[in-house]
Every structure is written in structure tokens, then in C-alpha cells.
């Protein structure tokens, strides 16, 4: 409908409707999904926030936005594919919150894989320093002769 208009008035009514859509409660993902398919990071940054938030983006979405092998990837693959490309956008205002928000991806991804990991290191270090530090205490008191 928009393709008729006036292409400045197109452009007030698209912004208008987007920025309605992200102030409501419920935002509609139709919006997002059209801002994501004209390449704004706007789109795709909103697109990881509602698949963060456990929305389930259907594959002729991901198939419309180039990601159909993503459908029954890893969660943190899809948000990090989703932050990358709101990154990697033309738009500079757009580079911080999106390189913020694919950290987080890349912080929740290392705590989740490698928590059991980093636990049982932490264990292993706080039982086997003490041990060591009492080792090395003997040895030297066996050491040091004592004065007569």
C-alpha cells in the first residue's frame, strides 16, 4: 500500500508504525520483520530481543530473511546471527547496543556450556592449594636446621 504513496509520507507512516509497535506491550513482530527485511538494525536487533524473550520465529520468516538453516539451530546461534547482522549494518548508531547485545549472547553461551567446566576447576584449585601450601610448608621446616 505504501508504494503509492509519496515516498516521504511513505517514510513518516513506516516510522510512525514502528515506533508505535516497539512502545506497545505486545509488540507486533510483522513490524519487526519488515524493518529486519530492509536491512535496519532496528529491525534485527528487536527480532533477538523477542527470540531472547522465547518467541519462536517461524521458518518462512527465517526463510525470508535469509536464515532458514538457523530454524532448528541452537537459540544462541540464531540471537547471535540476528545481533551480527544488526551490527554489521551500515548504520554507526547501531554498532554499540548491537556488539553490547551480542556479547551478552556470547556471555550467556560461555556460562552455559562451560559452567560445569569452570565449577569443578574451582574445586580441584580450592582443595589442592591448601594441600600443596602444607606440602611445602613441611618441606622447608625439614629443611631449616635448627639453632643449638
Request: hydrophobic share 40%; net charge negative; proline share 6%.
Amino acid at each position: 500500500m505504501l508504494d503509492f504513496l509519496d515516498p516521504s509520507f511513505a517514510s513518516n507512516c513506516m516510522w510512525r508504525y514502528y515506533n508505535l509497535t516497539i512502545q506497545s506491550q505486545n509488540p507486533d513482530p510483522h513490524a519487526f520483520i519488515r524493518m529486519a527485511l530492509r536491512d535496519e538494525p532496528q529491525g534485527w536487533y528487536n527480532l533477538g530481543l523477542l527470540t531472547a524473550e522465547g518467541y519462536r520465529l517461524p521458518l518462512s520468516v527465517l526463510t525470508q530473511l535469509g536464515l532458514s538453516e538457523l530454524y532448528m539451530a541452537d537459540n544462541s546461534l540464531l540471537l547471535s546471527t540476528l545481533y551480527e547482522r544488526c551490527r554489521d549494518s551500515e548504520d554507526t548508531d547501531s554498532y554499540l547496543p548491537c556488539s553490547l547485545a551480542l556479547f551478552k549472547v556470547h556471555l550467556q553461551s560461555f556460562q552455559k556450556d562451560y559452567c560445569t567446566a569452570i565449577m569443578f576447576s574451582t574445586t580441584v584449585a580450592a582443595v589442592a592449594a591448601p594441600t600443596i601450601f602444607l606440602i611445602i610448608l613441611g618441606m622447608l621446616r625439614r629443611h631449616v636446621p635448627s639453632p643449638t
